[in-house]
């Protein structure tokens, strides 16, 4: 615009130039049709014939300039609004999908979109480099385990597993790693595979909070059930063996539950003042529970037959009745059991009733334990190392006295981003020098997949999520597998030792 105002002024400034009179011309014989140039009438002096197209000039400059000036002005405006467009379709969602190389959804605020933890996805060559790093580091096959002999309890359970034997059990308690069941949901698939399908064992109630879930299990319950166990809502402690509980206070509440498999069992407190419940069996009335009594642990087995069947439990009153988990198993095999609670840290099991935990365990009899932990812990701005070891060790303790004859295994937390770079080696450390005191096996993940540092590739992987803590569900799977590889790397050897063992033994009684 400011290129045109000049043109123009500097047209009207020719103008009044030429509106002095001009010098005569020179006299010459002008043609006829030159004379049609100007009016007979006119008295005024006739403009020289430079002052037209010079006029014409100066528009088509101004004309020229002013398109100019716009159309540099709409190409501004046409990048800014690409630009912008291509920012928003990058950015997630507002509702709740971010989904970048098969990476976890990511929430979001639907009027404040987060930014916090977004980054423009990696390249293809660095996707790939990175896929490699993360595959190669989980193909190898290091020496994974420390003090591995403690695993031999849970080998000589598999190893005596047989179609009319009982099945086995495997706790594997743990934080959001585990709740999503993803990892526990890989491990459960291998062995049952190669052991035998026991069923899904022991689950929560319902969909206790969100984040938690079987896949092996449909469970589910209307809302106004409340939800204790969890870190913001800890309750009384009274929970049983996962640690959380679901409690109505209305009438017509309900759980709901499909069962498929040789034995079924719904968990639940008898307590004073406690309300009754209708049970339903495929849509059909089969009895009422009451659960006033005196506080402690109660369960009400539940037929089972060919196929699935919907069980539901509906209340009669507004006096509370709570639910503590079921159990839905074969007569042979292996469970894989997921006790996992988002932003659970080890200590919180502490908290946990002991009587109604030791019921619970006694009732599993578990061939193994898995306490997977440490993420939060690293995590918390009110860590302390002496604090974590002290907590670790009482609740090993408390397993070790519950199941003598278990193995108990502690799986280390994974590489992630954390406010002190060496809280997460602290945390590692801590858990190593526990699981040395109580003979428990240690399973160093952080180490497995790639070091310190190592959780950038498996975001550019996509096998992390961009948050730089949680793996996406392939990469959780894909720790699962390498942990049961592992696993099974060290069953192998007890069963060369075994075989050796038991061959020299038959020699000697020869």
Aim: net charge positive; proline share 7%; charged share 20%.
């Amino acid at each position: 615009m400011n290129a045109a105002a000049a043109a123009l002024g500097g047209l009207a400034l020719f103008a009044l130039l030429s509106a002095r009179p001009a010098d005569p011309p020179p006299k010459q014989t002008l043609k006829k049709p030159a004379a049609k140039t100007f009016s007979a009438k006119s008295t005024k002096a006739a403009p020289p014939k430079s002052a037209k197209p010079a006029a014409k000039s100066a528009r088509t400059v101004a004309a020229k300039s002013a398109r100019t000036v716009a159309a540099k002005s709409a190409r501004t405006v046409a990048a800014k609004s690409a630009r912008t467009v291509a920012v928003k379709s990058a950015r997630p969602p507002a509702n709740n999908t971010m989904q970048a190389s098969g990476s976890r959804t990511v929430k979001t605020s639907r009027k404040a979109p987060s930014r916090r933890y977004w980054v423009p996805p990696p390249s293809v060559e660095v996707r790939k480099a990175a896929f490699q790093q993360v595959s190669g580091s989980m193909d190898a096959y290091p020496e994974t385990f420390e003090n591995a002999a403690a695993l031999v309890p849970f080998f000589e359970r598999l190893y005596r597993i047989k179609e009319e034997s009982p099945a086995i059990h495997v706790l594997h308690y743990g934080d959001s790693h585990t709740a999503s069941d993803d990892l526990p949901h890989a491990l459960r698939q291998a062995f049952q595979e190669r052991f035998g399908n026991g069923g899904p064992g022991f689950a929560m109630p319902g969909s206790p909070f969100r984040g938690y879930r079987r896949f092996d299990l449909r469970s589910w319950n209307s809302r106004r059930w409340t939800t204790e166990g969890t870190p913001l809502r800890a309750g009384d402690g009274l929970h049983g063996l996962g640690g959380v509980s679901l409690t109505a206070r209305r009438e017509g509440e309900s759980v709901s539950l499909t069962v498929e498999g040789d034995h079924a069992e719904l968990l639940f407190l008898r307590q004073p003042g406690g309300g009754s419940f209708d049970i339903y069996l495929n849509g059909e009335h089969q009895g009422t529970v009451d659960t006033d009594g005196e506080t402690g642990p109660a369960s009400l087995e539940l037929p089972t037959g060919r196929g699935p069947m919907l069980y539901l439990f509906r209340t009669r009153s507004n006096a509370p009745v709570r639910l503590l988990g079921s159990i839905v198993q074969n007569r042979a095999g292996i469970t894989w059991e997921t006790l996992g609670i988002n932003g659970a840290q080890v200590s919180q099991i502490l908290d946990w009733d002991p009587r109604l935990l030791a019921t619970h365990v006694a009732k599993r009899d578990p061939a193994m334990i898995v306490l997977a932990y440490g993420t939060n812990e690293a995590t918390s701005p009110h860590w302390s190392d002496a604090d974590y070891l002290s907590k670790l060790r009482k609740v090993v303790g408390i397993f070790r006295t519950l199941a003598p004859a278990a193995t108990i295994l502690l799986v280390g937390p994974p590489d992630c981003r954390v406010r002190s770079p060496g809280a997460l080696a602290a945390v590692i450390e801590a858990q190593r020098q526990v699981a040395a005191e109580f003979g428990c096996a240690f399973w160093d993940w952080r180490s497995r997949m790639g070091g310190p540092g190592s959780i950038r590739n498996w975001v550019y992987s996509g096998m992390a999520q961009y948050d730089h803590v949680h793996l996406t569900p392939a990469g959780y799977q894909l720790t699962g597998r390498t942990l049961y590889r592992d696993l099974m790397g060290q069953y192998e050897r007890f069963l060369r030792v075994r075989t050796e063992t038991a061959s020299v033994n038959t020699r000697q009684g020869n």
